[in-house]
């Protein structure tokens, strides 16, 4: 009980800090808006390594040459990393998990007179979407059409979600950095002004353990992110029209904003654990930045990055928030398919408060 009214006071006076400063309340939602809109559309670099699932249901010659051009598009140009998958139905299931960005089916019976290959895409990505299927629109029109023949039918071009525009497609990444920054201000930037100013020192006179200490300012830095984060994903399904978002997918949404906002405040508790100045915060903040948002894949697909960046994207907690909320909201995917996603954000959050806890200091 004592440990619970400690953490509810620390969580109340960081709340009140807060409010008292609209400002920067309001900074912290209207910011990611402005931020992501000119950053994505400065933004553009050639994809790499974008996963598709081929379906090779015709077994003719003609769907042998398209199955070796494929390959020359992974060996070659590294465009796609293409997988063989027998059913078709398995690789659907794949595409509306986030597994494979397309599923290009030979249909039985192809040949260039018809039928031609059905290239099913993940519009909710229309960088590597309209890439893959100028690809492998290409590959067909030079597997069916060599010179003494006539014309190939035309593919099949289908797309597996209802046309989204750009802003919709940036809004997960929106409601991340929305918890982001208001992570940072209730939580890094908390710790490091109850030093300066002198209310650490209150706490060492009164019966609060560490463990007590941390979990406060986790918690309270959580909500003020979680806050900040719902009121944009609010907004977002306001103003966007997010069709294959059912209710399900929503509260799952909202789920992940919490466990999201854990992870980062979490993090960011860590980083000035045993900070004593906010010139350290400022002189930090464009570092962070880098290293959290900018891997996420909130701008961009992380299969294309090179490996280093990509082993950076795995460890990153905003890459498994950005994701859970664009298979839920942008393909409208059941919440057991993010359990994944949950499970590795929760696990952050606990290793992250257990070596705050290691390493904070009560002293003066």
Known sequence: MLALLGVLAIGQRAFLTLWRQPVLVVSTMIFPVVYLLVLGNAMNRPLERVPIAIVDEAGNAYAAECRRAVLALETGRGLVAASLVADRAEALDGLRRGRYRGVWVLPFGLSPSGPAPSFIGDNTDRFSFETLEAALRQVWQEVSAPPDVAPAAPAVRLEAYPYLDYLTYLGPAVVCLAIFMGSMVSGGLQVLEDRMYGYHEGYLVTPITTGTLVA????????????????????????????????????????????????????????????????????????????????????????????????LSAADPLTYGVRALRNLLLRGASPPAVYADWVFLATFTLVAAVLTKVLFRREV
Do not use: C
């Open 216 to 311: 406060g300012h986790v918690l309270a830095g959580a909500i003020v992110a979680s806050l900040a984060g719902g009121l944009v994903l609010t907004a977002i399904l306001i103003i966007t029209p997010l069709p294959m978002a059912g209710n399900a997918s929503i509260a799952a949404a909202a789920v992940t904003v919490f466990l999201t906002s854990l992870a980062i405040a979490a993090l960011w508790f860590l980083l000035f654990a045993r900070a004593r100045s906010a010139s350290l915060l400022r002189g930090m903040f464009g570092i962070i930045n880098v290293l959290l948002f900018f891997p996420s894949g909130a701008l961009y697909p992380v299969e294309s990055y090179p490996p280093w960046l990509a082993r």
